[in-house]
């Protein structure tokens, strides 16, 4: 199966925004974003539903980050708005398999993630 890449990394400035991709995205399944910070358990940020109409967002992320998808060009996408330096960690997609969207078990197929790294 193929692998997913994610794109669209890199430093920023406090207050900057970002939109990560990640591709190709499997149509049927629902998708999430995870983060792993420096020192720190990788963590659950966005899920979004097959049909890119439910998703969820950790408390970090709710109002500042946007998850979405078009399933023709098979693209995830994180929007990243007024970041701060917490922000800073690789971020990955992954395809959802089981039912608890929020643990890594659940999922299946990371990509290698993508660097962002926000400044003060």
């Known amino acids: 199966q193929a692998q997913l890449v994610e794109s669209g990394g890199r430093s920023v400035q406090t207050g900057d925004s970002l939109r990560l991709s990640c591709s190709p995205t499997f149509d049927s399944f629902a998708m999430s974003w995870f983060r792993q910070g420096p020192g720190k358990e990788r963590e659950f940020v966005a899920t979004i539903g097959s049909g890119g109409i439910v998703s969820e967002y950790a408390a970090f992320a709710q109002g500042r980050f946007t998850i979405s998808r078009d399933n023709a060009a098979s693209t995830l996408y994180l929007q990243m708005d007024r970041l701060k330096p917490e922000d800073t960690a690789v971020y990955y997609c992954?395809?959802?398999?089981?039912?608890?969207?929020?643990?890594?078990?659940?999922?299946?197929?990371w990509g290698r993630g993508t660097q962002v790294t926000v400044s003060s």
């Open positions: 992954a395809r959802r398999v089981g039912t608890n969207r929020r643990h890594i078990g659940s999922y299946d197929n």
